[in-house]
Nanobody, 128 residues
Framework: QVQLVESGGGLVQPGSSLTLSCAAS????????IGWFRQAPGKDREGISCVSSGGGVTYYADSVKGRFTISRDAAKNTWYLQMNSLNLDDAAVYYCAVDINRYGCTKEGARMWEYDYWGQGTQVTVSS
């Protein structure tokens, strides 16, 4: 049973940093990439970053490029999203997701509809 569990969210001030974690289980971790998405109140869920299966493609949305970084620790079956210079627009619920068919991450973006399994989300609040 595939399971993804996000953690690391919280309340921070503008300009701060946070690292989100996505602990994966129930599948062969090294076979698949990851997608990170977020949804702010009243807005659609958006794909902000992803890594393709095999690692050939890493995508960042313009809104987070240069500030967010994806990484992983294979020994812990965990993906991370390092978020720096957070601003008010980054406040949202953040989700990680995995696409078993491996079509989710492209150079143009994370195809939300391709992602099969999702975590429960972790809240990031940015407030002064």
């Amino acid at each position: 049973q595939v399971q993804l569990v996000e953690s690391g969210g919280g309340l921070v001030q503008p300009g701060s940093s946070l690292t989100l974690s996505c602990a994966a289980s129930g599948y062969t971790f090294s076979y698949y990439g990851i997608g990170w998405f977020r949804q702010a109140p009243g807005k659609d869920r958006e794909g902000i970053s992803c890594v393709s299966s095999g690692g050939g493609v890493t995508y960042y949305a313009d809104s987070v490029k240069g500030r967010f970084t994806i990484s992983r620790d294979a020994a812990k079956n965990t993906w991370y999203l390092q978020m720096n210079s957070l601003n008010l627009d980054d406040a949202a619920v953040y989700y990680c997701a995995v696409d078993i068919n491996r079509y989710g991450c492209t150079k143009e973006g994370a195809r939300m509809w391709e992602y099969d399994y999702w975590g429960q989300g972790t809240q990031v609040t940015v407030s002064s």
